[in-house]
């Protein structure tokens, strides 16, 4: 897994990101998918993030690609892989729903963003008094509405959220409340306003995050497009309160760095005041709604017609009893041991290898003997991370099993020295070719493998 290093004043950070291509068909293999999406975003905390940010980009011909991203300090780096490494799971429900960037050049590739780009920041307003006023305005709550329109109109459009978590603040709250004190006696202010500004200080109590927004388009055409759609959005909501709507300022190529690492704006410039914490905050449940964003039906409909390509069907893990007989009985240490992952079919073949390993005094674990109704994942996941290395039998057969890929996957995510012994000539795809580059090669037909493999081990450590 590939994760960008950022320098902030003497401190240094890290961003990882996951590219999802989520199910859009109402089944119960969607439904499964969704669920545990938001899971996993929720899992995110784990790795005490300083952002987290989602990005949706419509393409004109009405595909969408969806990434989350976690920035986090580079003492987190553990936790930000297993993170991230544990989104491989939804390949499970739905085959190649998930990728993870195996090099910066693949991650530059996802990082695209339409050039005309404005963010939808907290605005300024004030009373003759100098009081203050808050405006939640923002694109979130009517996405799917937006991103329908853009499709009927035939515009790409992105869409690009930054949230910051944030524990509350006695002196914000105080300096809220002072203001709102001043709004009461202040002249001149309409009551559904002062309603407005209540509302907002009473969600303010409860907010854990702040977020930043930003929209993007292609053309002039379609800058002007959702310049008078922000405009009308806004006026609908706020014009009745006497807001007048803000200047959506589009600028080409602009906010790169923020919108490449998934900053929040206010980490960059040092200060949020209170007027933009209290017009730009979220509780935990809009923040989770926010990040783990489902097209609503009738758009999930809409963009389901635009894609070719079948779903995948949903390929079965054989029972563990299935496992060849061949094979030595693997251990089960607490750790340092190697974690074997290989097909099925190809256990005759790395039965000599594995025996020859275990011979040598190295510890080996593999799916052999889980319980019957334990959970799979779960302990798949906990071997891996246990595990001192992984080594990956490379055969067509395994390049082609979406399980051993994500096992995989997992173990270069946890950031797990990996060998890949090679049975046969194969095909690399699958994204796998880019991942395998990345780690040392040993070809079972020419060498001794197990000595191989006992000595590669022994470098890294």
């Not at 320098?7 to 293999?29: C, M, N, S, Y």
């Not at 939804?90 to 050049?105: H, I, K, N, Q, Y």
């Not at 500004?197 to 929209?215: F, G, I, K, S, W």
């Not at 490449?260 to 935990?284: D, K, M, P, W």
């Amino acid at each position: 897994m590939y994760l960008a290093k950022y320098e902030i004043g003497a401190d240094t950070w890290l961003q990882g990101a996951v590219r999802l291509r989520a199910p859009l068909r109402d089944t119960g293999t969607a439904a499964a998918w969704w669920s545990a999406h938001t899971e996993l975003v929720r899992n995110a905390d784990a790795a005490s993030p300083l952002c987290e940010g989602i990005r949706l980009q419509l393409s004109c011909a009405g595909s969408l690609d969806r990434w989350f991203s976690v920035f986090a300090a580079a003492e987190q780096e553990p936790g930000l892989r297993r993170v991230l490494g544990a989104f491989a799971r939804l390949e499970r429900l739905v085959g190649d729903s998930a990728a993870l960037p195996m090099t910066r050049e693949e991650r530059s590739e996802w990082e695209t963003f339409p050039p005309l780009r404005c963010r939808i920041g907290w605005t300024p307003f004030s009373t003759p008094s100098g009081a203050w006023l808050a405006c939640d305005f923002s694109v979130g709550p009517w996405l799917g509405d937006l991103f329908g329109e853009a499709l009927s109109l035939g515009y790409g459009i992105g869409y690009q959220v930054n949230v910051r978590p944030m524990a509350a603040d006695p002196e914000r709250l105080r300096a809220g409340m002072r203001n709102l004190v001043r709004l009461r006696t202040a002249p001149g202010v309409p009551d559904p306003t002062l309603h407005m500004q209540e509302a907002l200080m009473d969600h303010l109590r409860t907010a854990d995050a702040v977020v930043d927004e930003y929209v993007g388009v292609e053309t002039a055409e379609a800058v002007a497009w959702l310049d008078a759609t922000l405009r009308r959005r806004f006026l609908k909501r706020y014009g009745p309160l006497h807001f007048e709507a803000p200047e959506f300022a589009f600028d080409e190529g602009a906010y790169g760095n923020l919108l490449e690492a998934g900053l929040h704006a206010s980490i960059v410039s040092g200060e949020i005041s209170v007027e933009e914490v209290c017009s730009s905050s979220l509780n935990e449940v809009d923040r989770w709604d926010l990040l783990a964003w489902k097209p609503p039906p009738q758009l999930a409909s809409r963009l389901a017609l635009q894609r070719v390509a079948s779903p995948a069907v949903p390929e079965v893990e054989p029972d563990a009893r299935e496992v060849p007989k061949e094979l030595p009985v693997p251990s089960e240490p607490a750790n340092g041991y190697l974690f074997v992952s290989y097909r099925r079919q190809d256990g005759k073949r790395i039965a000599p290898t594995l025996d020859a390993l275990a011979s040598r005094g190295i510890s080996l674990w593999y799916d052999r003997e889980i319980a019957v109704g334990s959970e799979w994942d779960a302990r798949i996941e906990e071997r891996i991370e246990r595990c001192a290395a992984f080594v990956w039998f490379v055969s067509q057969a395994s390049l082609e099993s979406r399980y051993v890929r994500r096992k995989v996957k997992f173990a270069d995510a946890l950031g797990k020295p990996l060998f890949a012994v090679v049975l046969e000539d194969v095909r690399l795809d699958h994204g796998m070719r880019m991942l395998l580059n990345q780690y040392q090669t040993i070809d079972a037909r020419y060498t001794d493998v197990a000595a191989e493999v006992e000595r590669a081990v022994a470098l890294q450590q």
